[in-house]
T-cell receptor, first 116, second 111 residues
Framework: GAVVSQHPSWVICKSGTSVKIECRSL??????MFWYRQFPKQSLMLMAT?????????EQGVEKDKFLINHASLTLSTLTVTSAHPEDSSFYIC????????????FGPGTRLTVL | DQQVKQNSPSLSVQEGRISILNCDYT??????FLWYKKYPAEGPTFLIS?????DKNEDGRFTVFLNKSAKHLSLHIVPSQPGDSAVYFC??????????FGTGTSLTVIP
C-alpha cells in the first residue's frame, strides 16, 4: 500500500517552454502533498506544501509564479514549471501523506527535468 | 536555516559490522522523526520512525534512538549488508504536518 506515482519520469524540454509533472497517490487519499527538488549530491529541498483544495504554501526563495502547484483532488497534485530555463534542470520528487498514515510521507519515484 | 542536520556526508562500514548514522535537529517543536533510504534517481523510501515520546524504536536490523535533551537521533543498522548502501535522510515533522529533511549521509557497506 501507500504507493505514489509520478509522471513523466524523465522530460527534456526547450528553454522557455512549460512542463507539467503529475503526482498521484494510487491507493490512499493524500490530504497533503509535498514537492521537493534535489540537486546532484545535495539534500532534498522542500519547495512547497499543498493541502487538497487550498493554495500551496511555498518555502522561502521558491518563486510561486514559476512553480505552479495545483492539488485539485485527494489523489492528484501537479507541479508546472513555467518558462523553464536550464537552471531549472533538476530531479523533482513529490510525496504525500494522508489517510494511509499521517505520520509518514510516501514518495514518488521522481521526475528528471532537463531543460536545453 | 537547516533545522535538521546530518554532519557526516558519507560513511563506510565493513559488511557485518554496525552502521551508525547520526542526525541533529534544532527545533523543539518536532514531534515525529523518520529515516528514509534513497537510491540514485529514485524517490526516498520510508525506513523507520520514532515518536518524540519514545527514545527507541526497533525494526529488524534497524534501530532508531532519540535523545530529546540533546536534540539528536541516530539510526543503527546491524549487521550491515551491501544492499544497505544508499543515501540515508533523517526527517523531522513539525505540528502542521511540515517535514524537514537532513542533508543525507551516503552509506557504503564494503563486502
Amino acid at each position: 500500500g501507500a504507493v505514489v506515482s509520478q509522471h513523466p519520469s524523465w522530460v527534456i524540454c526547450k528553454s522557455g517552454t512549460s512542463v507539467k509533472i503529475e503526482c498521484r497517490s494510487l491507493d490512499f487519499q493524500a490530504t497533503t502533498m509535498f514537492w521537493y527538488r534535489q540537486f546532484p549530491k545535495q539534500s532534498l529541498m522542500l519547495m512547497a506544501t499543498s493541502n487538497e483544495g487550498s493554495k500551496a504554501t511555498y518555502e522561502q526563495g521558491v518563486e510561486k509564479d514559476k512553480f505552479l502547484i495545483n492539488h485539485a483532488s485527494l489523489t492528484l497534485s501537479t507541479l508546472t514549471v513555467t518558462s523553464a530555463h536550464p537552471e531549472d534542470s533538476s530531479f523533482y520528487i513529490c510525496s504525500a501523506s494522508g489517510d494511509y498514515s499521517y505520520n509518514e510521507q510516501f514518495f514518488g519515484p521522481g521526475t528528471r527535468l532537463t531543460v536545453l | 536555516d537547516q533545522q535538521v542536520k546530518q554532519n557526516s556526508p558519507s560513511l563506510s562500514v565493513q559488511e557485518g559490522r554496525i552502521s551508525i548514522l547520526n542526525c541533529d535537529y534544532t527545533n523543539s517543536m518536532f514531534d515525529y522523526f523518520l529515516w528514509y533510504k534513497k537510491y540514485p534517481a529514485e524517490g526516498p523510501t520510508f525506513l523507520i520512525s520514532i515518536s518524540s515520546i519514545k527514545d527507541k524504536n526497533e525494526d529488524g536490523r534497524f534501530t532508531v534512538f532519540l535523545n530529546k535533551s540533546a536534540k539528536h537521533l541516530s539510526l543503527h543498522i546491524v549487521p550491515s549488508q551491501p544492499g544497505d548502501s544508499a543515501v540515508y535522510f533523517c526527517a523531522a515533522r513539525r505540528t502542521g504536518n511540515q517535514f524537514y529533511f537532513g542533508t543525507g549521509t551516503s552509506l557504503t557497506v564494503i563486502p
